[in-house]
């Protein structure tokens, strides 16, 4: 089964149940597309994980999340959350 792009509607009804957390990543998305980031998704994958191509990164929801109540969801903030994520993954 491969991934494919979730739309608001499959997004309300099948991938995320908590009605808080879907409002929190489609706030998230929406700020994003507004700064002109190029986002694409959220994707599903098939461990449940919520997923975002950001810019040359992939996101999960749940950072995502975290980087919008730090108030840092603009594009220098993500390039340098995904990169310490990067450096850490491959240490």
Known sequence: ?????IT???LATRVL???ER???IRAALRFMRNQRILVAGPF???DGTIVVNVGKFVL???E???????????AAAIETFA????ERDTS
């Open 22 to 24: 879907r409002a929190e």
């Open 44 to 46: 599903h994958r098939r």
């Open 60 to 62: 999960t929801g749940d």
């Open 17 to 19: 149940s908590n009605p």
């Open 8 to 10: 608001s509607e499959v």
């Open 64 to 74: 995502i999340i975290e980087l919008m109540k730090r108030g840092q969801i603009d």
């Open 83 to 86: 990169g310490a994520l990067h």
């Open 1 to 5: 089964m491969e991934q494919g792009q």
